[in-house]
Structures are given as structure tokens and as C-alpha cells.
């Protein structure tokens, strides 16, 4: 599918993120940065030889979050007697709460959002590295930009491990295998979103280059 043309305009400026300074986007070499003279925050760099482990990670990611999902965060044994509990059983458990808006913000937060955001980098990473722009790559970037800071699996992780320290004074408080996978996951997601989704526009013009470099040599 080729880019819409209006797209070229918009990945030509970049505006700093912390000042609104607007800059002409240069053409980098394979690992340079781009600094905003003004306050120093890095502007954008050439990640033309991070684009290929961005699809592994991405894909590992799916593998680790089904664990995450799948296995029990935590048991629990007061007394001899032993319960264990998975996020969406806690998801369940605050509903049954009447807390509902926790519950939701759990949903969204942990289940919802980085799966939304897995999802989709996979549906445009996929294609774009046999060689070929998905349809709608404009806004599926766009959905995935909007609903990366919705994903707040660290927090959660952060919340377990509270939890669970405070918990370990009243009960036997055994990790589960989603707990290490959280502690994975937390790591893989750190990678992912330290990728700009804005940068797979490049990403995208330069696989559509090299794609009409190919049409017009068989085309020979
Ligand atoms: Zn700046």
C-alpha cells in the first residue's frame, strides 16, 4: 500500500518534545541522534539497525504476556489454607469489591491497552519486514501513539511487589509464574516503547524505497 503523500510533509519537521522548537529533519547514519539545541532532549535518531530486533521483541512480548495472563500472580497460605489468584481473577475479586473503577483501571491498564499496543505493532511490523506497508498504516501508527500511555504495567508490577512485601508479614506468600513474568514483561516493554511509533513512518518510506528500487530492476 504507498504512503499518502501528505505523510512525506509531516515526517519532514519535528517538533521538540519539551520546548515546541521546530526543526528540518536530517538524514542520519545508522545508530546517530538528533539533540535539540535549545534544551538538549533528543529529537529522533536513525534506527536503522534497531528496526530489526523491534519485531522479535514485540512478538516475545505476546509469548510473555499470555504467561503473564495465563498463570497465577501470587499463592497464599494463612493457616493451611492456600489461595492464588491471576490478574483477571483480581480484576474479578475488586468488581465482586463493588470497586469497579479500580477493576476497570486494571483492565485497561494491564490487560487492555499493552495487548492493544502489542497487537498492533505486530500487525504493522510484520508486513512491513516481508517488504510490504499494511493497510491503514497511517492510523493504526496513529492508535498506537494514542493508547501507548494507557499502558501501565510497570505501576501494577510496582503494586504487586508492594503488596506482596506488606502481605509476607501475615501469610506464606509464594510468586507465581506470572509475577517472574510480569518482571519479564516490564523489561520487553521498556525496549518497546523506547521505539517512537512516529519513527515507523521512516520505517515505512524506506521499505517503500527499496520495494520501487526492486519494481523498477525487474521491471529492466
Ligand atoms: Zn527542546
New binding site residues.
Given amino acids: 500500500m504507498p504512503l499518502p503523500s501528505s505523510c512525506r510533509a509531516d515526517t519532514a519537521l519535528k517538533l521538540?518534545p519539551?520546548?515546541d522548537?521546530a526543526y528540518r529533519r536530517l538524514a542520519l547514519v545508522p545508530g546517530e541522534r538528533a539533540y535539540?539545541q535549545?534544551?538538549g532532549?533528543e529529537l529522533y535518531r536513525n534506527n536503522d539497525r534497531r528496526y530489526p530486533i523491534l519485531l522479535p521483541i514485540v512478538l516475545a512480548s505476546l509469548i510473555v504476556y499470555v504467561i503473564c495472563n495465563a498463570f497465577p500472580i501470587v499463592t497464599m497460605e494463612i493457616q493451611g489454607v492456600s489461595t492464588q489468584t491471576t490478574v483477571w481473577g483480581a480484576v474479578r475479586a475488586l468488581a465482586q469489591e463493588d470497586m469497579f473503577s479500580v477493576a476497570l483501571l486494571v483492565l485497561a491498564t494491564t490487560m487492555l491497552f499493552p495487548l492493544l499496543e502489542l497487537g498492533l505493532l505486530a500487525y504493522l511490523l510484520v508486513p512491513l519486514s516481508g517488504g510490504r506497508v499494511p493497510a491503514g498504516f497511517g492510523a493504526v501508527v496513529r492508535v498506537v501513539r494514542l493508547g501507548r500511555p494507557w499502558g501501565m504495567i510497570e505501576v501494577f508490577m510496582l503494586g504487586i511487589v508492594a503488596s506482596l512485601v506488606k502481605l509476607s508479614a501475615m501469610a506464606t506468600v509464594i510468586p507465581g509464574p506470572a509475577l517472574w513474568a510480569f518482571g519479564v514483561l516490564t523489561v520487553l516493554l521498556a525496549i518497546v516503547v523506547s521505539f517512537d511509533p512516529a519513527d515507523l513512518w521512516e520505517y515505512a518510506e524506506s521499505v517503500e524505497k527499496a520495494d520501487r528500487v526492486r519494481m523498477a530492476e525487474e521491471a529492466r
Wanted: aromatic letters at 0%; a positive charge.
Fill in positions: 521538540c519539551h520546548c522548537a535539540c535549545r534544551c532532549t
